[in-house]
């Protein structure tokens, strides 16, 4: 084989915006190196400008002509370029509130960042896999990272509970996952790229077997635990509480957001003949997400748990984009990911804010916060109203998208499900809301009582002010302003040749009947 078709089967070009995360994950560990403690006042700025300049390559190859690379090992499509951006941009902002917070743990900033630059790529690859060996290597890179970030504070008993929790869960979720692919791998008879796979199972008749049914389950288990939808929600609550909390607003969108991406690739490519089998048992994940996300959440007195059963729900809303199967389904996934990034990161922003100045994250501590903290006041209680979908934020509009789009595939009691949830979920919210803005003075908690003087010019504070500004205004603005990404989410799967219904349909035909001539 010459170079120019080596060249050519490879197309390294596509992950340029991997290839700039990594440039930037060795230049952070290379500078720590020669400078120690010292880069710790800039060096987030630097992985920060990494990432971005990553999202700006994501941009430039938007409606790439050639984005299968690798020998179809990736595939750098319109709909990997959108989820790979949302995983940067969570990486973003999740460093702007990381500094302050690592730095006043007495831990390493610049190894911490390494870590979250390697989950973000393992995040990043995962969006955009096509093909079983890449699938795995990706999932293990962000799943590994994940878990070292999560017991990164060693110092802290319940850091070091969460993490063997959430390792000795997810080293089973993958085994699990490893063995649904395998037999994926035998039944194809050999195959590892997923298209070749369906094929594969077509041509062999084995569209309804016992052992494609397997693999399905198996599969959807490694996929329902990376997206923390119940039944496999055990590790989030406990992690949620005791990891970092700037980890766990990672954890919150990124992971999720990978999940979620190779869900779509994986199902909607190598199960196009058990359509109705995932169906079916995505939306029991969805039904059993919303009831014990919603419920559970209620009773909960820790800011950081509530947050945690409010994201197993806000999965089972996500789940119902999914489960349509159609075009405005996706697309809804996809804007509701967009606007859940904003809302989400700016909730966890104000937690670690509040965290950081007073040493608590119970919900009975925020009592009488907006007298002494307006703007975190204010940031909190956004964000929370556009969880529970209030009108005009962006919550609002995702929820109502992806509503539409499933009642428009006939999900008439999921979607009716979904309405109910979303009201039992307006309590809990406006629950913490209330506490900070009705109190009156002299029923104002201890911590707010003592709460220190509001003081930007900290060292490693400015960045948590701007990522909350930023993500505030965001959160506001992405309901009313929400038109740029209405078209980004639909173009992104309109772009994408294998969610079209067209493509959908051929690929189901073709298994039913391999031996079938295709008529032009």
């Not at 990891?243 to 990978?258: D, E, N, Q, R, Y």
Request: hydrophobic share 50%; aromatic share 12%; proline share 4%.
């Amino acid at each position: 084989m010459d170079f120019a078709n080596l060249a050519s089967q490879l197309n390294a070009g596509t992950i340029l915006p991997e290839g700039i995360v990594i440039i930037t994950l060795m230049t952070v560990l290379i500078v720590d190196l020669i400078l120690g403690r010292t880069s710790a006042r800039w060096i987030g700025y630097l992985a920060m400008a990494g990432l971005f300049s990553s999202i700006v390559a994501l941009y430039f190859q938007w409606d790439n002509v050639n984005p299968i690379s690798f020998s179809g090992g990736f595939n750098g499509d319109d709909l990997s370029i959108v989820f790979r951006g949302i995983i940067a941009l969570s990486a973003i902002v999740t460093i702007c509130m990381s500094i302050r917070y690592v730095e006043q743990s007495g831990t390493a900033l610049a190894e911490f960042i390494a870590i979250l630059l390697t989950a973000t790529l393992g995040g990043m690859f995962l969006s955009g896999a096509n093909e079983l060996v890449m699938t795995f290597i990706s999932l293990e890179t962000l799943s590994i990272s994940s878990y070292l970030l999560t017991g990164y504070t060693k110092r802290d008993p319940r850091s070091n509970e969460a993490a063997l929790k959430y390792l000795l869960i997810g080293a089973s979720s993958t085994a699990v996952f490893l063995y649904g692919v395998s037999l994926l791998y035998g039944l194809s008879g050999g195959q590892t790229e997923f298209s070749a796979i369906a094929e594969g199972i077509a041509t062999a008749n084995l569209g309804q077997s016992l052992g494609l049914v397997m693999s399905l389950v198996f599969a959807i288990a490694g996929i329902g635990f990376k997206i923390s939808a119940a039944p496999f929600h055990q590790w989030t609550p406990d992690v949620y509480e005791g990891a970092p909390t700037p980890v766990i607003a990672f954890l919150s969108v990124g992971s999720k957001a990978a999940g979620f991406a190779l869900a779509i690739r994986l199902l909607t490519t190598v199960f196009p003949l058990a359509v109705n089998e995932w169906h079916f048992v995505f939306t029991a994940l969805a039904v059993l997400s919303l009831i014990l996300g919603n419920v559970v959440a209620l009773a909960q007195t820790s800011m950081k748990r509530m947050l945690a059963y409010s994201s197993i729900a806000q999965a089972g809303f996500v789940m119902i984009g999914l489960i349509s199967g159609t075009q405005a389904g996706y697309s809804s996934m996809i804007f509701y990911l967009l606007v859940y990034l904003f809302m989400n990161l700016c909730g966890f922003t104000c937690v670690i804010l509040f965290s950081l100045r007073t040493g608590t994250d119970q919900i009975a501590e925020y009592s009488g916060l907006y007298q002494k903290d307006a703007l975190l006041t204010l940031g909190l209680s956004i964000s929370l109203l556009s969880l529970g979908g209030i009108p005009p934020l962006a919550g609002f509009f995702g929820k109502i998208y992806i509503f539409w789009a499933g009642w428009q595939a006939g999900l008439y009691w999921l979607v009716l499900l979904g309405l109910v949830t979303s009201v039992v979920s307006i309590y809990y919210y406006i629950r913490v809301v209330k506490m900070m803005v009705v109190k009156e003075p002299q029923e104002m908690s201890d911590a707010v009582k003592n709460y220190p003087e509001v003081r930007w010019n900290l060292p490693g504070f400015r960045p948590l002010q701007v990522g909350l500004i930023v993500t505030l205004i965001a959160t506001s603005l992405a309901g009313i302003l929400s038109n740029p990404l209405f078209t980004l989410a639909n173009n992104s799967v309109a772009n994408t040749p294998f969610l079209q219904p067209g493509m959908v349909a051929k690929a189901q035909v073709s298994a039913v009947n391999p031996s079938q001539p295709e008529k032009l």
